[in-house]
């Protein structure tokens, strides 16, 4: 049997597998936006909450909905008093190698790469994206202009005044939609809230000098420390997890197949601290 046959059949069956398994998907783990909703309740969720989500829209498999009906479902719980914050970072490796080839970032015009559902939230009506060049997080709700207003000024990506540092602020809530703990970009403000306390410094010795162009046009200057390749490398989150468990500071359950986990930035926080207390490091 020649490659090229071989090749077609492995693409064949692939497809059939996929189809099946779309099908029972359909069958046995069906889940609609009243039940997620209700899911979301049981894990902690409410009205007036500061809410920062990460997501894998290929995680809710069996849901009939839209991606744009989970938007619309996490605004509705929070309200317009909550806030609803995702990621829209355009990085696909390092951000070191993005700030190199992309010393000037037009924020109107660049396109998530941290999911379908992410990208979609940008571009929903009165969601506003912090002006930073690596690390623009998208913001919904009435506290969204101030929450925004100072992300260019962020010494690092994440810490002080961003809008990651003031869900700490809020003591804001972290909602994982189908994803490891490893995607956690609110561990980039617990890297700078305790810099000194890591054996290893996670930031770059250099400060870049970056700009991020308005939706009207006008150029923020920037300049930040960014995260150490060589030592982002290292991250491993997992001892986190277990220890928000160990505290029981996280909530998680299922519907369908799709596993929702929320925790607080403030315990995120105090897990680190006390994970470096015991010697136990996020970076081997």
Known sequence: MNNDLVK???????????ALQSWYDRLFLQFDSAKLESAL?????????????????????GFNGKPTDIIQLLQGLVGTKGI?????????????DYALQNPIVDI???????????????????VLRSLHPTHPIAVWGEDAPSIIADHHLAQTPCGSPSPLYQLYERNGKILL???????LTFFHTVEEILESKFSINPFTDNIFDLQVKD?????????????EPSVSR???????????????????????????QLFSAQDVLKATEQLLDRGISCYE
């Open 234 to 260: 290292k991250r491993r989150l997992h001892p986190l997890l277990n220890e928000l468990k160990r505290m029981q500071a996280l909530s998680e359950c299922r519907v369908g197949k799709l596993h929702l």
């Open 8 to 18: 077609k059949w492995k693409k064949l069956v692939k497809s059939k597998l996929k």
């Open 108 to 126: 109107k015009r660049v396109q998530s790469r941290m999911g379908l559902i992410t990208e979609l939230f940008r571009r929903t009506p009165n």
């Open 84 to 96: 609803v914050m995702m990621p829209t970072m355009a990085l696909t490796a390092t951000a070191v």
């Open 215 to 227: 939706e009207k046009g006008q150029l923020w200057d920037c300049q930040t420390r960014l995260y």
């Open 177 to 183: 939609l189908g994803t490891g703990i490893e995607v």
């Open 41 to 61: 309740v049981k894990l902690g969720i409410k009205t007036g909450d500061t809410l920062f989500v990460h997501s894998s829209f290929d995680a809710f498999r």
